[in-house]
């Protein structure tokens, strides 16, 4: 599949910004499974000083300075891309989740996409004993991993409710797990940390859903706003699995990668420092198009 991204994120200030420093997470790169043909980010007003390159898990990152006096803040991302991801593999054919565990804390790889990273408390995943033991029900001795992988998702769809306004950017997941509400951030916080706490790796994925669906298709739940889902660690032959349990899917092709990481932490759009007093309002629009 071939789309068109494009988002629109306006910050508007209370007050007048004397000073800012912002970092942004909002670059598309090629991965395996993804081709970039064309991007462009764009801030207004235009930083004093603008760097690019690449952070420790592979995200393309840009930090900006602005120094001019501002009560808005604007950034446009648009980009081509190309997702082209391999079928889905057999469920049942994926080693024994326990075997996954085993191999995972033997790992002696810390490259960026080790499974090392992924198996400890993050910044904003904690290991919980309640989501552990809700997860724990997915996980039976000898399941295949991605089979109890699918079923913890499938089961976070069925039994939690998605409600925008429910949780903020802050809440923890056990407050979301009690809660049984919540967003895809949410709702992928939870699935992490009940697989993490299981010792199986599992990291979060920023990114964007289609917009435009097939005629009579159901639109999926968190499309024309950024999405955020879960990578699963299958072992070293079959490596990582994408998992929606917003939408109780394997990530496929309506799914767009931005950013992966621990958590949301890692991968949020925009980070940032301003010299301000009051409040601000935050605005984004999304629309992610099929090309032909």
């Given at each position: ?261 621990r958590d949301y932490a890692d991968v949020a ?24």
């Amino acid at each position: 599949m071939i789309y068109d991204v494009r988002q629109e994120t306006t910050y508007h200030y209370a007050s007048t910004v004397a000073y800012a420093r912002h970092v942004l997470r909002l670059g598309l790169i090629d991965r395996s499974d993804q081709r970039v043909q064309a991007a462009v980010l764009d801030v207004s007003p235009a930083p004093v000083d603008r760097r690019e390159g690449l952070d420790f898990f592979g995200n393309w990152t840009t930090w900006v300075a602005l120094d001019q006096p501002h009560d808005r803040l604007t950034v446009r991302v648009a980009a081509r891309v190309v997702v082209d991801r391999p079928a889905a593999i057999d469920a049942a054919t994926t080693p024994a989740w326990e075997d996954v565990r085993a191999a995972a804390f033997a790992s002696a790889d810390l490259s960026p996409q080790s499974p090392a990273h992924f198996l400890f408390p993050s910044r904003q995943v904690s290991l919980d004993p309640e989501i552990r033991d809700y997860a724990a029900s997915s996980f039976t001795p000898g399941r295949p991993v991605l089979d109890g992988a699918i079923d913890l998702m499938r089961r976070i769809k069925n039994e939690f409710a998605y409600e925008i306004g429910a949780t903020t950017a802050s809440t923890t997941p056990p407050m979301s797990f009690a809660l049984r509400r919540g967003v895809c951030q949410d709702f992928s916080h939870i699935m992490i940390s009940g697989m993490r706490s299981l010792g199986i790796p599992a990291a979060y994925v920023s990114g964007y859903l289609r917009t435009v669906q097939s005629p009579g298709e159901v639109k999926l739940a968190g499309a024309d706003a950024m999405h955020a889902w879960v990578l699963a660690w299958c072992g070293a032959e079959i490596g990582w699995i994408g998992l929606d349990p917003t939408n109780g899917i394997l990530a496929g092709n309506d799914h767009v990668v931005l950013a992966i990481g621990r958590d949301y932490a890692d991968v949020a759009p925009i980070d940032g420092v301003i010299f301000a007093s009051g409040g601000q309002r935050l605005e984004v629009a999304v629309e992610v198009a099929p090309v032909g």
